[in-house]
C-alpha cells in the first residue's frame, strides 16, 4: 500500500517508519531539523516497539516535491496539529483524486468533520494513545503505549479501513479496527481534557494529578461538564456515565502513563501554538452552543491562552 504521512514529527515518522519496514511505500512530509536529516537518509526508531533502520524511506519538506516525483498516495495519515487541519486539506487538495482515505491520527476535536468536508466519504478516524519524542533529527523513539491504536471510517466514511489495520499490524504496529471510532475519539479527548491543560498549569506529572484530592476534585468537574455536552452532542460515550469513567480512568487510563508530561507544557515554553482549542476549548464552545455551563473547562482553557498569548 502507498501511505502519505503529512506532518511527519515524532508520532508520523514511527508510524511511516514502521510501515516503511513492513514492506510498503511511505512518503513522509514534514518540516524543520528532523525531517531534514530524514531526507538525507537517516531515519532510526527506538523504543517500546523495538529498534529500526528505515536509511531509503522518502521524505521532503514540499508536496510539490512529492508531486514531481509521481508519488500517487493511496492513503494519507493525517498527522498535523488540529489548528493546522484545514489548511492540510487545502494543501492535499491536489492529491485526492485516487486516494481511498485520509486518516485523521491526531488529538482534538473537529478534525474528522473538517476532513469530510475537505474531501467528502474520505474521512477516517483514528485514535492515537501511544507517545513518542524526537532525540535528534532523525532520531524518534516510542516512549509510551496506554492501548492499541484503532482505525474507524466516519459515518459515510470509505471502505478498506480494515486493510489498513491489517498493514499497521502486520509491521509491528499494535492496531485494531473500531466501528465506534467517534466515541473512542471523544474518550481520548476526555482524557487530554482531564490531565493536558491541568498539568501545563502546574507543572506536573499525570500521576500527581490523580493522586491529590484537590485536583482530583477539579478532574472530577471537567468529567461531569464532558458528559453533559456529549450527550447534548448526541454522542454515545465508552463509559456509561462519568463515575464509570473516574473509575476506569483511575484503574486503567492513568497508570501506564503516570509520569507522563503535557506537551502542551513544551509548547509553551518554547512559544508554540497549543492545541487547547480542539480540547477544552471544544468543550466550552459546544457547551455554550447547548446552553450549557463549562465554568473548569472554560478557566483552564482562558488561563492556557493567557500563557500561549
Known amino acids: ?13 514511527v508510524v511511516g517508519g514502521m510501515l516503511h519496514r513492513g514492506g ?10 528532523h525531517i ?16 529500526l533502520v528505515a536509511p531509503d524511506i522518502k521524505a521532503s519538506d514540499d508536496l510539490e516535491k512529492m508531486v514531481d516525483t509521481g508519488f500517487a498516495p493511496e492513503w494519507t495519515l493525517l498527522c498535523v496539529k488540529s489548528y493546522d487541519t484545514g489548511s492540510a486539506m487545502r494543501d492535499l487538495q491536489p492529491v485526492l483524486a485516487g486516494q481511498h482515505g485520509v486518516v485523521s ?3 482534538g476535536l473537529g478534525n474528522i468533520e473538517v476532513i469530510g468536508q475537505a474531501a467528502p466519504g474520505m474521512a477516517v478516524g483514528g485514535r492515537v494513545i501511544f507517545g513518542a519524542s524526537t532525540i535528534e533529527p532523525g532520531k524518534v523513539e516510542v516512549t509510551v503505549c496506554a492501548d492499541d ?3 474507524g471510517p466516519s459515518p459515510g466514511g470509505p471502505e478498506g ?12 504496529i499494535p492496531c485494531r479496527y473500531e466501528e465506534r471510532i467517534l466515541s473512542y475519539i471523544w474518550d481520548k479527548v476526555l482524557y487530554n481534557v482531564c490531565l493536558n491543560a491541568l498539568a501545563t498549569l502546574l507543572r506536573t506529572d499525570y500521576g500527581s494529578l490523580g493522586d491529590n484530592p484537590d485536583t482530583w476534585a477539579v478532574i ?4 461531569g461538564e464532558f458528559y453533559d455536552v456529549a450527550a447534548a452532542e448526541g454522542v454515545d460515550l465508552v463509559s456509561s456515565g462519568p463515575t464509570e469513567y473516574l473509575r476506569r480512568f483511575e484503574c486503567d487510563l492513568l497508570p501506564p502513563t503516570r509520569d507522563h508530561r503535557s506537551s502542551m507544557q513544551e509548547d509553551i515554553e518554547q512559544g508554540r ?6 480540547l477544552n476549548g471544544a468543550v466550552v464552545r459546544m457547551g455554550a452552543a447547548n446552553r450549557i455551563d463549562t465554568p473548569a473547562n472554560e478557566v483552564l482553557t482562558q488561563i492556557i491562552r493567557f500563557l500561549s498569548s
Not at 510498503?24 to 524543520?32: I, P
Not at 531526507?39 to 526508531?45: A, K, S, T
Not at 479501513?161 to 509491528?172: L, M, P, Q, R
Open 220 to 223: 472530577e468537574r471537567l468529567v
Open 1 to 13: 500500500m502507498r501511505f502519505l504521512v503529512m506532518g511527519a514529527g515524532s508520532i508520523g515518522s
Open 36 to 51: 531534514e536529516a530524514v531526507m538525507e537518509g537517516r531515519l532510526q526508531i527506538s523504543g517500546l516497539w523495538g529498534d
Open 273 to 278: 501554538r497549543t492545541e487547547i482549542e480542539a
Open 105 to 107: 491520527m491526531q488529538n
Open 149 to 151: 491504536i484503532l482505525l
Open 161 to 172: 479501513v480494515k486493510d489498513v489495520v491489517e498493514a499497521f499490524h502486520s509491521s509491528g
Open 24 to 33: 510498503h511505500d511511505v512518503y513522509l512530509l514534514g518540516k524543520g531539523p
